[in-house]
């Protein structure tokens, strides 16, 4: 049983070069975003980077899942894994404006990937002997399958493609909702919060690490614009809250959890970074006007930082110090929004409110949070 399970609580080297991939899959997703309107992003395009990031998670999540439950540095593991690597790429190239032009290429990695892993789970739950771990996998295989399957059909073009991209997207709908209500096979089964907490923080360093890459973009070093300061600054701060969440708000060592309001809440978390990423690009190149870089980046702000707030009220290191917290919380999104509402029409004096916001309710979400951990 030892060879079968994962017992180390550590993220391996095979796992950190697979995120690596898909990092640089999800920095893709972004180009939908490149079509630029009148200085704006047209309502389809950002529903089309939202509906792509889904699946992108929806496909890295179950791949974690599973390494969290099952991975064992062996050779089977290993093929699975540069297998997945492989059809990772084909699916970020087939990443455009034009969707529906690449519906086959995209579908049918995805069903790809999903068959994989589904695969994965059946060849561990037939050599497993624990029924509650012979359970979770099978009924994780037959999910994918399910799901890998309904996408694969919608490469045939047996109606129209706005049908055929409803089945897909139902397919990753139901993927995500149906484990939410096996909550105790999971829970029989439970992950190993260690590992699952580090191994999202990873990929969520490797996503601040495109955000980097984008304010660097950014830079004119014979022309400095103080967007460019603002976003690179917002982006150290956003780092610093998500940090000390992980290091000093969450309990990292419960023993009996499934980790899905982890897992659910770094969809918002994922998204908020990659959209503010996205903002820093396009208003850097004169594309995208001052009051749709204002909303799209109050959006990012407000999904990366709410979802951290989900994560500490789910899973805290001191439940006493919650209420503190949700009081200043609530203190500083109400002085912020007053001040917002006056400099919303100047970005530059909108970023440097929003700048000095974050900046003090770091300070103060770092001193709640160091004397949670004193006192615990």
Not at 133 to 155: D, H, K, N, P, V
Request: hydrophobic letters at 55%.
């Amino acid at each position: 049983m030892k060879k079968i399970i994962r017992q180390s609580a550590e993220v391996s080297n095979l796992e950190l070069f697979y995120d690596l991939i898909f990092a640089y899959a999800i920095s893709k997703i972004t180009t939908v975003l490149h079509v630029v309107h009148e200085e704006h992003i047209p309502l389809l395009n950002l529903a089309e980077f939202l509906m792509m990031f889904f699946v992108f998670w929806t496909v890295w999540t179950y791949q974690t899942v599973y390494a969290n439950r099952f991975f064992t540095n062996n050779i089977l593991n290993t093929a699975f894994m540069i297998f997945d690597m492989f059809w990772v790429i084909i699916l970020s190239q087939s990443l455009t404006t034009n969707f529906a032009s690449t519906h086959v290429t995209f579908a049918g990695s995805t069903s790809i990937l999903l068959l994989s892993i589904g695969l994965q789970y059946v060849v561990q739950g037939m050599r497993l002997e624990h029924k509650h771990q012979r359970r979770l996998a099978m009924e994780l295989a037959g999910l994918l399958f399910i799901c890998g399957i309904a996408g694969a059909i919608t490469i045939i073009p047996f109606t129209s493609y706005l049908n055929r991209f409803f089945i897909y997207l139902v397919s990753f709908i139901v993927a995500n909702v149906v484990p939410i209500f096996m909550k105790e096979t999971l829970q029989n089964f439970p992950a190993k919060f260690e590992h699952l907490t580090e191994r999202y923080s990873l990929f969520t360093l490797l996503l601040f690490g495109e955000s980097i890459i984008a304010v660097a973009t950014s830079i004119n070093v014979h022309h400095l614009e103080l967007v460019s300061v603002w976003y690179f600054l917002i982006t150290v701060i956003l780092f610093g809250f998500y940090m000390m969440t992980y290091d000093l708000g969450i309990n990292r060592k419960l023993p009996h959890t499934a980790g899905i309001t982890l897992i659910n809440v770094h969809y918002f978390i994922f998204v908020g970074l990659d959209l503010v990423t996205a903002v820093i690009e396009l208003f850097s190149q004169g594309e995208l006007a001052g009051f749709q870089t204002i909303l799209l980046t109050t959006l990012g702000l407000l999904g990366f930082l709410g979802g951290l707030q989900v994560i500490i009220f789910t899973y805290p290191l001191n439940q006493n110090s919650l209420k503190q917290t949700l009081v200043n919380d609530v203190v500083m999104l109400a002085i912020w929004i007053i001040g917002a509402v006056f400099t919303v029409h100047v970005i530059n004096i909108f970023l440097i409110w929003t700048t000095g916001m974050l900046g003090i309710g770091l300070f103060i979400w770092w001193r709640q949070l160091l004397n949670s951990k004193m006192y615990e």
